[in-house]
Every structure is written in C-alpha cells, then in structure tokens.
C-alpha cells in the first residue's frame, strides 16, 4: 500500500516538484489559505516570498482573510466561463477516446508512473477530467513548465496527446490527488533526497537500482549521467543497444529545472553512497510442461564491469508444487524463504564475471496454481551497498510466451 505522502515535498521546501500551475490548484490553494486566515503561513522561510505578507497584528490578519477572499472570489468568477463548456464537446472532434485510453492502459509511456494510473495524480498533477485542451496538453508535454521532463514527438506524437487528452475529458474529475507512488524517506541521504524530489524515483525505485547496474557494467562516468538526463533521447541508443523502433520512456530533463550541481549530486549519491551494482541479468522462460530453464548472465563489459561474488540464485517454488529435477551447478536444495514467503530452489555460484553466463533448469511436480508464482531473485555478497542495509537483488519473473511484449516491467528499476 502506498502511504499518503502529501505531493508538496517535505525535503526541499524551496524547490517544489509537485505543486503545479495548474488555476484548478491555485484555487485550491486560496481556499486553503482562506480557511486558515490567522495561520503566519511560511513568511518565516520566504518560500512564498510574498511581500504583503507581514507578520502581526490581528489586524493584518483580518485584512489577509479578506484579500484572500476576493482573490479566491475572482479566481472562482474567471473560472466560471471555462467551466461552461462541456469539457467533452471539443474532445469528440478532436481526439479518439478509445485510441487514448490503450496508449495510457498499456506499457508503452511510463507518465502512469508519476500521474497515477487513471491519471489521478501522484507526482505530478491529476489529469483526469481536468479538461485540459489538446493544446495546453501538448504544451505541458513539449515544454514542460517544471520538473516534468520533455517528450519528444517520436515518444508521444501530437496525435497521440490529443488522444490522451480527449480520454482525460471523459473520465471523473478526482476529489484530491493520490500520493506520491514512490515516497521520500524522510531521512534518506542528501544525494537520494536530490534524485527524490527531481521525480526520478517514480520511475527507478527508491533505489536506483536498474541504472546502477548498468553503471557497473561499464563504469560509466558522470557525464554520461548528464547525457542520459538532459539528452536522454539522443544519447540513450549510443549509450546501450535500444530494440529498434522502441519508444523511450522517459523524456529529456531541463537544466534550468535540474541543474547540474543536483546531477553531480545523485551520480555521488549512487557511486559513492551505494556504489553501483554488477550488470546480472535474468532470464526465466518455459521449455514446456513443468519444466523451466534460468540463465543467468553479467552483461558487463569485459575490462569495465564489476564481477558479482558469492551469488545466489533463489527460485520459487510454486505452493503445492514440489521439486522433481534439476540441472545446474551449485545446486543447494529447497529451503523456506522469509523474502520470498515460501519455499525456494537455491543454486549458490561463487563468482559472475562480465560476460559469463550460467544455464540452470528447475521441473515441478505439478503446475502452478498461481502463475505469480513463477519467479525468484539472484542476490550477491559483493560488492555490497558502501553504506546502509544491503537490499541489492535483481528480481526475476516467467517472460510472458512469445508476443507477450518481452519485458512487461512497468517500472524502470
Ligand atoms: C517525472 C514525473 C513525470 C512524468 C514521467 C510525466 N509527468 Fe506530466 N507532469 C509532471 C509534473 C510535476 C507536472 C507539473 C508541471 C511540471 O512540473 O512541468 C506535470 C504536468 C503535466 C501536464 C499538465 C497538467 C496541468 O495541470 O496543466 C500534462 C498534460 C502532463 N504532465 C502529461 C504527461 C504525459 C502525457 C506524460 C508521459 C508522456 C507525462 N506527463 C510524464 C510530472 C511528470
Ligand atoms: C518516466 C519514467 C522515468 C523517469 C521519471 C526517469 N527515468 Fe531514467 N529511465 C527510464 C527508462 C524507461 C529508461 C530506459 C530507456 C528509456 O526507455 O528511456 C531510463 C534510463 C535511464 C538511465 C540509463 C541507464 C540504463 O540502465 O541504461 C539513466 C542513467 C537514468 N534513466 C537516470 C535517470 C535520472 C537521474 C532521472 C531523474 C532526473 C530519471 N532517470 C528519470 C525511465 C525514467
């Protein structure tokens, strides 16, 4: 379950990565602002930097409460008249619902990730039934006008946002945004407070894990670090093999929103605090009935790559299944496991380097009663984590059969 994290960040309240321009929000806002008039808001952190904003007398206060009143009453009467259109009337015309609902349903965009599956809101704000134009749509996509990162038109082409935006125009509009799907802890190191609040983590996990890994596997430096986040659609092919004619999830970032002090900022977070980790790779697939095959590879540059030691290989046993056979060095037998919660397979393998590869095959005595069940984890001794708890694993499940979509991961951990 996700916890309620309110949007605003807690960690930087001078940089704000959730609060949006949105006018629906600000007079949200001003409502909330009117409710509390005696309240000294943040006048002592400048954050607001409202001049007229003085701290004092009840007086003040009264006049405060009465201006935020004909603030909030202007912004209700210039609202009215957007609010008289039918949001759907021009989104018929324009854009094709049934188009734009399987573009956001299915794993092609990751936006999901920080504007809530139904686009409820998370990190960023609600979509839903926001009746935002095609226009402003495309706007907000094309030039962001904050963390947001950009999209190119070969991620998401201008017919496609305004399918996107007339689906946004049939559904409800939410009665308060959802949390953030990837919450900041609150005392998380400086450098993953950085990369938290600049939305990464949405997408990469808490932990950064997926592109660390691919750090250690060619001992990337800093300025590829840049690259991939200013000019992540130019450099990304020339950094790693991208399938061809695959749409690159995530857009190009802007300096001015994220400049580089905060880039060097998570490159040391991730090199330094964590270290990167080896480039191991899964794959678990069917070889018919109940039998499967696991390979298990580091795709590390030869000479570059970190060598993973003191490996572990766990697969899951289905429940009610027991095991039949297996093939494979290091077989150690079916033990319960307190991470998997039940029992698993284990294969033990001293050391990966770059560019080895290991083949193991598992048959069950039955099939699963839960396809979920399909799956394990490879954890290593070294290199561990340079600070804090080891919680490095790379989590592997059954590869749906062919035409299932290769990597169904929605996430880019
Ligand atoms: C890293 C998180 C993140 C991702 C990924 C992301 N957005 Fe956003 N989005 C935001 C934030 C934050 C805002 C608020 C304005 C800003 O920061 O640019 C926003 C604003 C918007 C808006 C304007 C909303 C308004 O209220 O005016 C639209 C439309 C939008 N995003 C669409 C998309 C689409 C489509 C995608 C995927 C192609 C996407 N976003 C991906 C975070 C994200
Ligand atoms: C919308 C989700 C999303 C967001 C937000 C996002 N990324 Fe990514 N990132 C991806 C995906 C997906 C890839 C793989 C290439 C692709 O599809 O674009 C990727 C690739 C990368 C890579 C290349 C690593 C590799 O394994 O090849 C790096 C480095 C990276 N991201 C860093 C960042 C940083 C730093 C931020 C924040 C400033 C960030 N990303 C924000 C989704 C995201």
């Known amino acids: 379950m996700r916890k309620t994290a309110a949007p605003e960040c807690k960690v930087f309240p001078i940089r704000l990565p959730a609060p949006f321009p949105a006018p629906h929000r600000r007079a949200r806002m001003a409502e909330s602002g009117k409710k509390k008039p005696g309240e000294s808001r943040s006048d002592k952190t400048g954050a607001t930097g409202n001049p007229q904003r003085s701290e004092g007398s009840a007086g003040a206060t009264i006049n405060r409460g009465a201006h ?20 759907s009337s021009w989104a018929q015309g324009t854009g094709d619902v049934a188009a734009g609902k399987k573009l956001w349903d299915g794993n092609e965009l990751f936006c999901k990730n920080c504007h809530g599956r139904d686009g409820e809101g998370a990190f960023g704000p609600d979509l839903a039934g926001r009746g935002l134009s095609p226009a402003e749509f495309l706007k907000a996509v094309r030039k962001p006008w904050g963390v947001m990162p950009a999209f190119t038109d070969a991620q998401l082409s201008d017919a496609e946002a305004t399918n996107l935006a007339a689906y946004f125009a049939t559904l409800q509009k939410v009665a308060e945004p959802g949390a953030w799907r990837v919450p900041v802890a609150d005392n998380a190191p400086h450098g993953q407070q950085v990369y938290m609040s600049q939305g990464c983590a949405q997408c990469h996990g808490a932990t950064f894990d997926m592109p660390r890994a691919t750090f250690g596997g060619k001992a990337a430096t800093y300025n590829d670090l840049r690259d991939l986040v200013y000019t992540h659609t130019d450099f990304m092919p020339k950094f790693e093999e991208v399938r061809p004619g695959q749409r690159l999830r ?25 270290g990167f980790r080896p480039q191991l790779a899964a794959q678990y697939t069917s070889t018919g009935g109940t039998s499967y095959a696991l390979n298990v590879t580091n795709n590390g540059e030869t000479g570059k790559g970190l060598t993973a030691s003191g490996v572990v290989i766990d697969v899951m046993v289905p429940a009610g299944a027991t095991v039949t056979g297996t093939t494979g060095a290091g077989y150690k037998g079916v033990h319960m496991d307190e991470k998997m919660k039940g029992n698993v397979a284990e294969w033990q393998v ?13 048959s069950f005595s039955q099939a699963p009663a839960n396809p979920a069940d399909l799956k394990g984890a490879i954890r290593w001794a070294k290199p561990a984590p ?28």
């Open 250 to 274: 995530m857009g190009n970032f802007n300096p001015l929103r994220i400049p580089e002090s905060e880039i060097h900022e998570i490159y040391n977070w991730a090199h330094d605090d964590l």
């Open 386 to 413: 340079k600070t804090g708890p080891n919680m490095d694993a790379l989590n592997f499940a059954l590869r749906p059969a062919a035409g299932g979509g290769g990597a169904a991961n929605r996430t880019a951990q």
């Open 350 to 362: 001293p050391k990966l380097a770059p560019k080895d590869a290991q083949a193991f095959t598992i």
């Open 68 to 87: 935020m009143k004909k603030l909030f009453a202007a912004l209700l009467l210039s609202a009215i008249p957007a609010l008289a259109i039918p949001t």
